[in-house]
């Protein structure tokens, strides 16, 4: 199957990203345990291009989603500058890109989701598909939190910067409803696009 051009030009602009994230972040440890997730998903993509390509839309919401997680990894999420500028313009104690992160958390595997259970016609009663799609982005959230505090009792402060809590101690509550919120967003804003998306794959 031939990629069509946009699917090119996403490619290369994530490879490109990915590289600039790798170039001297701020931390080696804490970029490899923030970026290992998009490079893991970046290699099961290309791997399944051929056999199940996605959705035009979905590429693109794996991308930006990426684009987060390389920044973030090359920064640390408490440290990316465009965030620390905005937090005087928005009154914010925090840098709050990490809340950006798990906002896509849910919005982009929401999405993801909600075409495995489309084209593989999973659910014979659809009107259970939106409960069970932010289900999974909850479990997904969850799983990701359990990770974090595996990491942290491991690695003790070396983890600090992957947690990115800043002194907050409600943040992984915090994170998951922003998960929970992402991912309603995803399925109400762009249940219709995804639609049509999927009826231009299935031609």
Same mark, same amino acid.
């Given at each position: 199957?031939?990629? %069509?051009?946009?699917?090119? @030009?996403?490619?290369? &602009?994530?490879?490109?990203?990915?590289?600039?994230?790798?170039?001297?972040?701020?931390?080696?440890?804490?970029?490899?345990? +923030?970026? *290992?997730?998009?490079?893991?998903?970046?290699?099961?993509?290309?791997?399944?291009?051929?056999?199940? %390509?996605?959705?035009?839309?979905? =590429?693109? !919401?794996? @991308?930006?989603?990426?684009?987060?997680?390389?920044?973030?990894?090359?920064?640390? =999420?408490?440290?990316?500058?465009?965030?620390?500028?905005?937090? %005087?313009? /928005?009154?914010? +104690?925090?840098?709050?890109? $990490?809340?950006? &992160?798990?906002?896509?958390?849910? /919005?982009?595997?929401?999405?993801?989701?909600?075409?495995?259970?489309?084209?593989?016609?999973?659910?014979?009663?659809?009107?259970?598909? %939106?409960?069970?799609?932010?289900?999974?982005?909850?479990?997904?959230?969850?799983? =990701?939190?359990?990770?974090?505090?595996? *990491?942290?009792?491991?690695?003790? $402060?070396?983890?600090? $910067?992957?947690?990115? *809590?800043?002194?907050?101690?409600?943040? *992984?509550? +915090?994170?998951?409803?922003?998960?929970?919120?992402?991912?309603?967003?995803?399925?109400?804003? !762009?249940?219709?696009?995804? $639609? @049509?998306?999927?009826?231009?794959?299935?031609?």
């Amino acid at each position: 199957m031939a990629r %069509p051009f946009s699917h090119r @030009a996403l490619l290369v &602009g994530i490879v490109a990203i990915g590289l600039w994230s790798a170039w001297r972040p701020y931390d080696r440890l804490t970029w490899w345990l +923030e970026v *290992t997730p998009a490079l893991l998903a970046l290699v099961l993509i290309v791997a399944t291009y051929r056999r199940f %390509p996605l959705t035009t839309l979905c =590429y693109t !919401l794996i @991308a930006l989603h990426m684009c987060v997680l390389f920044v973030g990894g090359h920064y640390t =999420y408490a440290r990316v500058p465009l965030f620390d500028w905005l937090r %005087p313009v /928005f009154g914010w +104690e925090r840098n709050n890109f $990490d809340r950006l &992160g798990h906002f896509a958390q849910g /919005f982009v595997p929401a999405i993801v989701a909600r075409e495995f259970f489309v084209r593989l016609d999973i659910l014979k009663r659809k009107r259970w598909q %939106p409960f069970l799609i932010v289900s999974i982005c909850l479990a997904i959230s969850a799983t =990701y939190e359990l990770i974090e505090w595996r *990491t942290a009792v491991a690695s003790g $402060d070396a983890a600090v $910067d992957f947690l990115a *809590t800043q002194g907050d101690p409600w943040d *992984t509550q +915090e994170d998951m409803c922003l998960a929970l919120v992402g991912a309603i967003c995803a399925l109400v804003l !762009l249940s219709r696009a995804h $639609d @049509a998306a999927l009826r231009r794959i299935q031609r």
